[in-house]
């Protein structure tokens, strides 16, 4: 007994803040979400158990449920693969024979670096506002913008451009990922004749299978979380006409405008589960189309 | 002589595969250098189109307020240095109390981070402890957790113990290793290390604690030098946890006063707020020119293996 303390005693000295901070930060708080779930709360009265009435509630009768998740998955649908074309894309640019990529790199990771910043929420804000930069690029062309900000139907449309322009991040793990596919593999292709498409459907997208996996998951669960620029761009309140009414910012105003928390804790729950049903799906279905290097032989 | 024979025709089949791979060689980078070109002409264009919005931003700062919108060019036609000084006064408070708010939340938090991240990390990839699986894999889980299941009753806890409108919910999870990524980041660079390091100092009677203060951290400062970076610009830029926390203006982060511009709306300041957004990512930026090498290994590493 004091040999098994001996031996354990010192880890668990370095592991205490983490042990403090997951039991207190983590298990404490997910255990009373899921409490606070089933209740309704509003943080001066005690919390009062209501079953399951939050999330018949939810599913049944409200629509600003509906249309955060619309948005949301919208939004996912959109971004996250246009974000991921763009990194790929460029990364393959910039993998080959470039003696000037660190500049280029730098210049591209740098919106992404920004990206959270309330600075860039403000300037994108600008950029498509109705008398912004973009539409007098536009007009230059001679033809008459939109107000995109303030215009339902295309609002939403700006933060996956914002999303775009901040494919930095998975462009930087792509490069890495390039880096590793052996280059004999090219060469070889090029001696065989292989076209260029063939190489990079043949060589490319296989060996980076893993890689572009990896960026998915990542970049999906980011993108479900994605708050702080929907909630600059829509003034906070998911505007104009609930087009921006991302998930989080929903959930926000839920708990934090109107203090409904058991309902605001009901949507975390929600969140959780579709991000966990995603990332699960993700790996069930990455065996059919991701092949690990150690897994051939 | 049959040997030689067959040598022979080895011989010329290497020298003939040469001869092929030397043309398609030739061919290969005859294209490559037209290739290249193009390339170079592709990618200054996207870099311009990248840049671009961060350029009109610098030079709005600097335009006087009517020419801000109605001209693309970003040369300004005279350089105004007021949107700074009248933007630094614009709120209630000076953006002197909001830069020393945010500098005192992110230094705690980055310390706190290197801290806890690092004492957590050095038990996952150096000891021997009975559930040392269990507790790395209830680790791990917490590094799915969407951030908004714990966010209610966190509040609700902090609100309870009197630190809202203070910096402790900011700061104090740090101190507790709430951000796994940094721990699961160090545990993948102390793992590389020699293992015979520890054993040597062990028998030359060192405590875990001497091995990981005089052996593990002098050794992992690239890794210690990301996760400090990072940790810095996530928490400069983070707005969600100080828009619950903190109320009173004078405690306010840069990214919250940024904000209040937004709200003052129709006192159309827009040259005094782009000059304050561009002040609040300047930090950020230093950082990133100075450390580059660091952050982009850290984006490329973490999590790869």
């Not at chain 1, 974000?83 to 470039?98: E, F, Y």
Request: a positive charge; proline letters at 5%; charged letters at 15%.
């Amino acid at each position: 007994m004091r040999r098994f303390f001996a031996r354990n005693a010192p880890a668990y000295v370095f592991l205490l803040p983490w042990l403090i901070g997951f039991f207190l930060l983590a298990l404490g708080p997910i255990l009373a979400s899921l409490y606070l779930s089933f209740t309704r709360y509003d943080m001066v009265n005690v919390p009062e158990w209501v079953g399951l009435d939050n999330y018949v509630y939810m599913f049944t009768r409200d629509r600003r449920f509906w249309k955060a998740l619309d948005v949301t998955f919208t939004y996912v649908a959109l971004a996250v693969p246009a974000r991921l074309i763009m990194a790929l894309g460029v990364a393959m640019l910039l993998d080959k024979g470039l003696r000037t990529i660190g500049l280029y790199r730098a210049i591209f990771y740098l919106p992404s670096l920004l990206g959270a910043s309330i600075a860039i929420a403000i300037l994108w804000r600008q950029l498509f506002a109705a008398d912004g930069v973009v539409n007098q690029i536009l007009a230059t062309f001679g033809i008459q913008g939109a107000s995109w900000i303030t215009n339902p139907n295309t609002s939403l449309y700006t933060l996956v451009i914002l999303a775009m322009w901040q494919f930095g991040s998975p462009m930087l793990i792509f490069l890495a990922g390039l880096r590793g596919i052996p280059r004999d593999l090219y060469e070889a292709a090029e001696i065989d004749g292989t076209p260029r498409w063939r190489q990079f459907t043949r060589i490319t997208l296989p060996l980076l299978a893993p890689v572009i996996f990896f960026n998915l998951v990542l970049q999906t669960i980011d993108a479900f979380k994605t708050f702080s620029s929907a909630f600059i761009i829509s003034n906070g309140t998911g505007a104009p006409a609930d087009s921006l009414l991302f998930y989080t910012v929903y959930l926000f105003n839920e708990a934090f405008k109107f203090f409904r928390m058991g309902y605001a804790s009901a949507l975390a729950w929600v969140l959780l589960i579709i991000i966990a049903v995603f990332t699960a799906v993700a790996f069930f279905t990455s065996k059919y189309w991701v092949h690990y290097e150690n897994e051939r032989d | 002589m049959k040997t030689s024979a067959t040598d022979l025709d080895l011989a010329i089949q290497v020298d003939e595969a040469a001869r092929v791979a030397h043309a398609v060689k030739l061919r290969r980078d005859r294209r490559e250098r037209n290739g290249r070109i193009l390339k170079h002409v592709f990618l200054i264009g996207v870099s311009c189109v990248m840049l671009y919005p961060l350029f009109w931003l610098l030079a709005s700062s600097f335009k006087p307020e009517n020419e801000i919108f109605g001209s693309l060019t970003l040369w300004p036609s005279e350089f105004r240095f007021d949107n700074y000084t009248a933007g630094w006064n614009a709120l209630p408070k000076s953006f002197t109390v909001f830069y020393m708010n945010s500098a005192i939340v992110t230094g705690l938090s980055v310390i706190g981070n290197l801290v806890s991240c690092s004492f957590a990390a050095y038990a996952f990839a150096r000891l021997q402890f009975t559930g040392r699986s269990f507790f790395f894999a209830l680790m791990m889980m917490t590094l799915m957790i969407p951030y908004h299941v714990v966010l209610i009753p966190q509040y609700v806890q902090f609100l309870k113990l009197g630190w809202v409108d203070t910096y402790l919910p900011l700061v104090v999870p740090r101190f507790l290793a709430s951000d796994a990524f940094f721990i699961f980041l160090m545990v993948q660079f102390f793992r590389q290390l020699p293992r015979e390091l520890d054993e040597a100092a062990m028998i030359d009677g060192c405590s875990p604690f001497k091995i990981y203060w005089a052996i593990i951290l002098p050794l992992s400062l690239p890794a210690m030098g990301t996760a400090a970076i990072f940790s810095l610009i996530w928490v400069w830029e983070d707005f969600l946890a100080p828009l619950i926390y903190l109320n009173d203006i004078k405690s306010y982060t840069v990214p919250l006063a940024l904000r209040l511009f937004l709200d003052q709306e129709g006192k159309s300041a827009y040259g005094q707020m782009f000059a304050m957004s561009v002040l609040s990512l300047v930090p950020v930026v230093i950082f990133f020119v100075l450390f580059q090498k660091m952050i982009v290994r850290g984006i490329a590493t973490s999590g790869m293996k």
